[in-house]
Each structure stands twice: as C-alpha cells, then as structure tokens.
C-alpha cells in the first residue's frame, strides 16, 4: 500500500498559491507533526480511519485519490 499524499499537497499548494508547512496540515487534521511527516515519506504501517478521513477532507479527495496498491514482481 502507497500513498500520494506529497503529490496531494503539492497540488494544494499550486491551488492556493502557497507553501504549506507540515505543523498546518497537522493543525488542521488533529495530528501531530511526525504522523505528517510519516504520510509525506511514505512510512505508514498502519492505516488510522479516522486519520485516513481527515486527510480525505482536508485533501477534498476520495480514499482511493489518497492510496493505492503498488505492484509487486
């Protein structure tokens, strides 16, 4: 599992002509700064709903905008 959320952010900012920092995102979601950072790397092990929820929110997407399966070989 995958997620797109530095491309959702970035496609937030182009929206609202600016840079939006990692303490913003997590203000406005409920979160604190390193789950941020974790969905920005990549490093999420486990999958918190109502997180989850909040990002889809914020981001004005669907889960599946947000995450998606990587194929393996």
């Given at each position: 599992?995958?997620?797109?959320?530095?491309?959702?952010v970035?496609?937030k900012?182009?929206?609202?002509?600016?840079?939006i920092?990692?303490?913003?995102?997590?203000?406005a979601?409920g979160?604190?700064?390193?789950?941020?950072a974790?969905?920005?790397?990549?490093d999420v092990t486990?999958?918190d709903?109502?997180?989850?929820?909040?990002?889809?929110?914020?981001f004005?997407?669907?889960?599946?905008?947000l995450?998606?399966?990587e194929?393996?070989n």
């Amino acid at each position: 599992m995958r997620n797109r959320f530095l491309q959702l952010v970035a496609q937030k900012e182009m929206r609202e002509g600016r840079r939006i920092r990692n303490k913003e995102i997590a203000e406005a979601v409920g979160v604190a700064e390193h789950t941020v950072a974790r969905w920005i790397k990549n490093d999420v092990t486990k999958i918190d709903v109502p997180v989850l929820e909040a990002f889809c929110e914020y981001f004005d997407c669907d889960v599946g905008d947000l995450l998606y399966m990587e194929q393996s070989n």
